[in-house]
């Protein structure tokens, strides 16, 4: 059961209705909305946590599927960035459109491709997304997006994920907005070891705290 004054609610995203969650706490600060990617889903409970531990920073949450299950089926959809992309800006106008998230400023969280698509999206929409978290993300397929992209960009990876540092140290060179590149100690790929999840999410939290909408308290860590 939800908190009291907390909306808990199934939503339907875009012309194709890609189910989705949507959770606003109380005087909610700013909505965050998930960028997936490599075929995860709004039930990924690595998601979901992550989900759980920005809503105790005041922010609400939106987790939704950026393919259908027919899309999902094909592994190509997986890695087309551009189709990616599409689907977080109809969800980015939804939460323009609807009246429940209508005012709050909004960041997006991406991971793997969802990164890519989110940066992209977010050059797309410029002026509706306040800031970026990528987390173990690949902001290089963004591609030309990555010079359009205004929104504060944080680039999080673990330092056992050499290649995708290389690969987010590339695209950070690309960036005309104001980027941040946080290396997570001892964390791999999917940020499976102990604490590093934790850690990244901090660093995610922190990040948005700072830069979304015009409430910008004082950092606070997760229990």
Known sequence: M?????ID???????RSLPGQLVIPARARGLVIFAHGSGSSRLSPRNIYAAEQLRKRGFAT????LLTAAES???????????LARRVGEAIAW???????SALPIGLFGASTGAGAAIAAAAAHAGNVDAIVSRGGR??????????????VLLVVG???????????MA???MHCETKLVIVPGAGHLFEEPGTLDEGLNAAGDWFATHIGEDHHAPTSFS
């Open 139 to 152: 902001p290089d397929l963004a591609g030309d997006a990555l010079e359009q992209v205004e929104a504060g």
């Open 95 to 101: 939460a323009r459109a609807d009246a429940r998230t």
């Open 172 to 174: 950070q060179r690309l």
């Open 62 to 65: 939106l987790l939704f599927d």
């Open 2 to 6: 939800a908190p009291a004054n907390e």
């Open 9 to 15: 609610t199934d939503v339907a995203i875009g012309p």
């Open 73 to 83: 089926a094909d592994r190509r959809n997986v890695f087309d960035i551009p189709l």
């Open 159 to 169: 330092s056992e994920d050499r290649e995708v540092i290389q690969l987010n140290r």
